[in-house]
């Protein structure tokens, strides 16, 4: 497969949750062009979101297999609480971060006290060597670095930029992931340019919340960015990839408005997924056990007897064949949400339509 060679613009799709006062969020990954930016398979961006119009966010208590989430707010808050016992007020400025692993199931709500919701929420795929690892949730608040042209908070991964006078802004994330990942909020004041360094081997998005950004890359030859003179402009609610092997990206803030911008990252995963409903998995074999495991755990469809834990989740995730693959979960909350059927043609992999190559 060939690799990116300009940007690859990826337009939003509008997705209701919900029922009818339920909550439109605009997806942009996965998308036809690709399904993978690094490890980053799920791209959502909601609001802002008036919750006294819509129900806000009301998620009740769902699974999930071999990815993470990563909640990003701007706006508002959300109550997340999960069947490893976490419990937590999601609020702006914190990168929230859950391990599926082998399985867990959790819920979202917007808070009580939330008048505007507005954020994104993210999945990256684990790479089959951590994929039934261990479930974790972490909370992290990056420190802002600032100054008067640019604002930014790194929730993973490393980052460093120059603005227009010379000020270095440069900080890396605490939080460690099982494969390299970086995300960023960038801020930058209308009219206002700033350079990012980006490692060529990496893949990148940039997903555009405010503003419009216009774009330039540069490669890196002989150990120097080198002017590739591949451009293009981005909109809010785009997510545009970035041409493969950039060092370099110079990014501006059209004038007359503040731009405000999540920039995406990440090694290449080189790993074909499946995607089906909430679960990642590597077969559609696999795929159906998780469904009927589920189904089974919250009395919708079946017996544990019938629908036992896959071979590979006990040993490669120390689960006893008695164990609950999903829960528990704490008692007195909305009942769990069933699995939507599986389609009746098998489940087809995804991948990156263009793997970077050496």
Same mark, same amino acid.
């Given at each position: ?241 970035? #041409?493969?092997?950039? &060092?370099? %990206?110079?990014?501006? !803030?059209?004038?007359?408005?503040? +731009? /405000?911008?999540?920039?995406?990252? =990440? ?63 704490? #008692?007195?909350?909305? &009942?769990? %949400?069933?699995?939507? !059927?599986?389609?009746?043609?098998? +489940? /087809?992999?995804?991948?990156?339509? =263009?793997?970077?190559?050496?």
């Amino acid at each position: 497969m060939s690799s990116f060679e300009d940007f690859v613009r990826l337009e939003p799709r509008a997705v209701p949750l919900g029922g009818p006062r339920g909550m439109t969020v605009h997806r942009t990954l996965p998308a036809r062009q690709t399904s993978l930016i690094g490890a980053w398979c799920f791209v959502d961006h909601f609001g802002p979101d008036d919750v006294s119009v819509s129900d806000g966010m009301q998620v009740a208590r769902h699974p999930h297999t071999g990815l993470a989430t990563v909640s990003w707010l701007f706006d508002g808050a959300i109550t997340h609480r999960d069947s490893i016992g976490s419990h937590a007020l999601v609020r702006p400025g914190e990168v929230d971060i859950m391990v599926a692993g082998s399985g867990i199931t959790h819920s979202e709500f917007s808070a009580n006290d939330t008048t505007i919701l507005h954020g994104v929420q993210l999945w990256y795929a684990l790479p089959d060597r951590a994929r039934f690892r261990e479930s974790h949730f972490e909370v992290y608040t990056p420190p802002v670095i600032a100054n008067e042209q640019a604002r930014a908070r790194v929730g993973l991964g490393s980052f460093r930029a120059t603005t227009e006078d010379g000020t270095v802004l440069e900080d890396r994330s605490r939080v460690e992931t099982d494969t390299a990942l970086s995300m960023v909020e960038l801020e930058l004041s209308a009219g206002s340019t700033v350079r990012i360094d980006l490692d060529p081997t990496h893949e990148y998005g940039l997903l555009v919340d405010r503003g419009a950004a216009r774009m330039r890359t540069a490669d890196r030859r002989h150990g120097e960015a080198h002017d590739g003179g591949r451009e293009s402009e981005a909109g809010s609610r785009e997510l545009l990839v970035m #041409p493969d092997r950039a &060092a370099e %990206l110079e990014l501006s !803030a059209e004038e007359g408005e503040d +731009l /405000r911008v999540m920039l995406l990252g =990440g090694e290449p995963l080189g790993e074909d997924i499946l995607m089906w409903w909430n679960f990642v998995g590597r077969s559609h074999e696999e795929i159906e056990q998780f469904r009927a495991r589920y189904q089974a755990e919250i009395g919708a469809e079946g017996t544990l007897a019938e629908a036992p834990i896959s071979s590979e989740a006990r040993s490669r995730g120390g689960l006893a064949a008695d164990a609950e693959q999903f829960g528990p979960f704490a #008692p007195y909350t909305p &009942a769990a %949400l069933p699995a939507p !059927a599986l389609p009746h043609g098998r +489940l /087809r992999s995804r991948g990156r339509v =263009g793997l970077l190559k050496d």
